[in-house]
Structure formats: C-alpha cells, structure tokens
C-alpha cells in the first residue's frame, strides 16, 4: 500500500510564499512523474507543475516564474515552492504520483493522489 502525505498549507497574504512538501511511502520500486495539482471551488482540478525523475519540469502558465517544483528522490519527496502568491491561487493543492510498485520479477504501475491540502491567499 501507498500512502501521500501532504504538508506546508494554510494562509498567506498576497505577495507571501508557502512551501508544499508530499512524501510517498510503502513499497515503491520507482516513482516516475510527480506532480502538483490543484482545485478551486466550483472549477475543473488543474495541472500546476510536475516534475520527472531526472528533474524535466513543466508548469502551468500562470505560475511559471512564480511556482518552483522540485524532488528528493532519495526520500520519495515532491516539493512546491510557491512565491509571489496571489488572490486567484487559492485552492486545495493535490500532490499526484506516478508509482511502480513490487519488485524488479513482480511490478505493478499507477497513479496515486495525496489527501489535499488548502492554500488560501487573502489579505
């Protein structure tokens, strides 16, 4: 079994910076894509920034310049540097990983999502 956990959420004002950290934990083989996702009330959940295990990144446009994804894969960990905050970055922020799980003879992938946690930018 698979387990994300979140941290690093809570209230900021506008301009602040947070720090989202997710570690996976169970018996992972290999963790490929990681990624940050989020969700705003009555919107779609979107793709903030990801990140693969050799460190390609990717980011929405809204936040390029402004969020910094990186990784410890030594320690199974995503991280979510978010500075220059803004109003319309609230939302509850997902940690989303793509894991192989077993052994190098018996191998299983999928998908694996973190409980979620809130990120609100208000003054």
């Known amino acids: 079994q698979v387990q994300l956990v979140e941290s690093g959420g809570g209230l900021v004002q506008p301009g602040g910076s947070l720090r989202l950290s997710c570690a996976a934990s169970g018996s992972i083989f290999r963790i490929n894509v990681m990624g940050w996702y989020r969700q705003a009330p009555g919107k779609q959940r979107e793709l903030v920034a990801s990140?693969?295990?050799?460190?390609?990144?990717n980011y929405e446009d809204s936040v390029k310049g402004r969020f910094t994804v990186s990784r410890d894969n030594a320690k199974n960990t995503v991280y979510l540097q978010m500075n220059s905050l803004k109003p319309e970055d609230t939302a509850v922020y997902y940690c989303n990983a793509d894991i192989v799980l077993g052994t190098i003879v018996a191998m299983t992938r999928q998908a694996y999502w973190g409980q979620g946690t809130q990120v609100t930018v208000s003054s």
């Open positions: 990140i693969t295990r050799i460190g390609s990144t």
